[in-house]
């Protein structure tokens, strides 16, 4: 494994780190200030994608085996993704509140899935 792999998978680690805090982030302040975290069925999806993300994110900085960090990456992006595409779908419900998080959200999806892309393709070949 190359340098290079090692600091695009750290990078893509870090990034669906930051997306993930942003995402709980967004959903506690998109109940309402003073409310505290609402856990009823339109919060709970997101909750529970963002936590699953931000866990695996921390969880995998001790991977070493280059198969491991290939599907922790594309997990990492399927999670991603699928926190992207629910308020799409009508199951995450938010406020107005929600819209400060929407430009930097929207920045970290796009830097995990270039990073994760790009190791996801440099590292193919290697076993």
Known sequence: MTHKSNNKYYATLIIAICYSAIGILSL?????VGNGIKLDDNQLVGYI???ISLSLACFS???TNIRIRRIVTLLLLILS????????VNM?????AMFIFILPSSIFLLLIIFF???FLI??????
Request: proline share 3%; net charge positive.
């Open 122 to 127: 440099t590292t193919r070949k290697l076993k």
């Open 116 to 118: 994760g892309c790009d």
């Open 49 to 51: 994608v963002a936590i």
């Open 61 to 63: 900085f001790s991977a």
């Open 28 to 32: 506690i302040f998109a109940t309402g």
């Open 81 to 88: 993704l699928i926190f992207a595409v629910l308020p799409y």
């Open 92 to 96: 995450l419900s938010f406020n107005e």
